[in-house]
């Protein structure tokens, strides 16, 4: 997943070059995928009934897994395990709860 995660964020870096000369910086990819965090909560209030919108479920579905999809770029572009991450973030909160 690592890998396509970063092949996919390498062709997008290609188009913003062509478009504006430079790639996104880590602070912009990290921007984006808040805006894109902030969609999955107005998508999951349309899901609830609580905000009216159409295709929700289709929309919803492929917020959450856009946003894994930045999470899983994001932790590579600035050297960390995604994976090693969410293990020692389950571990520590497994203690403090059970």
Do not use: C
């Amino acid at each position: 997943m690592k890998q396509r995660a970063v092949k996919i964020r390498d062709a997008y870096h290609k188009l913003e070059l062509a478009h504006h000369g430079s790639q996104w910086t880590v602070e912009e990819d990290a921007l984006a995928f808040l805006t894109d965090a902030g969609l999955v909560g107005r998508h999951a209030m349309s899901q609830q009934g609580r905000w009216p919108k159409e295709n929700t479920k289709e929309e919803l579905e492929h917020k959450l897994g856009e946003s894994i999809w930045w999470l899983t770029f994001l932790a590579a572009r600035m050297d960390l395990d995604i994976e090693e991450a969410t293990e020692k973030f389950l571990s520590k909160t497994e203690k403090l709860l059970g």
